[in-house]
């Protein structure tokens, strides 16, 4: 009978172990992928900043090359694309961050759950934990009063 009941409390330790371990997995695979989705758009929108750029100095050169005049408000607005651009990758680098601050938090409120509580102190001088039937060190059966 007691065998019985160790054997699975041993089975639970390993169950609760594996959904630990999964859990894990998961809080890594979502923060991956989601970083990934992130930094994917951060390379379009880098790449058409520097199109934009080059479009900018195209345009002036052009100006110059042409007539000698200077639009300036055809040069204002493609910069102001530019700069919207910039804040755009801005915002999404903010959101790299808190993709990356939640999965720590995760994994964090996860090893909380997972510490053993201490409920006393064996004879050999080991800690006891909670739901524990053998001493971890010196192996004698426990039995909590
Ligand atoms: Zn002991």
């Given at each position: 009978m007691a065998e019985t009941n160790e054997t699975s409390d041993l089975?639970?330790?390993?169950?609760?172990?594996?959904?630990?371990?999964?859990?894990?997995?998961n809080i890594w695979s979502k923060e991956a992928y989601e970083t990934l989705k992130i930094k994917n758009q951060i390379k379009k929108l880098r790449t058409k900043r520097r199109r934009n750029i080059e479009d900018v100095g195209?345009?002036?050169?052009?100006?110059y090359k042409h007539n000698n005049k200077f639009n300036e408000e055809s040069l204002r607005s493609k910069c102001m694309d530019i700069s919207s651009l910039e804040d755009e990758i801005e915002e999404r680098q903010q959101e790299l961050r808190v993709v990356h601050l939640n999965a720590q938090k995760e994994l964090g409120s996860l090893k909380q759950l997972a510490k053993p509580i201490v409920v006393g102190r064996c004879e050999c001088g080991a800690d006891l934990y909670k739901g524990i039937k053998f001493c971890g060190k010196c192996f004698r059966k426990i039995e909590f009063s």
């Open positions: 089975l639970t330790k390993l169950r609760e172990g594996l959904n630990k371990g999964l859990r894990i997995v195209n345009a002036v050169y052009r100006m």
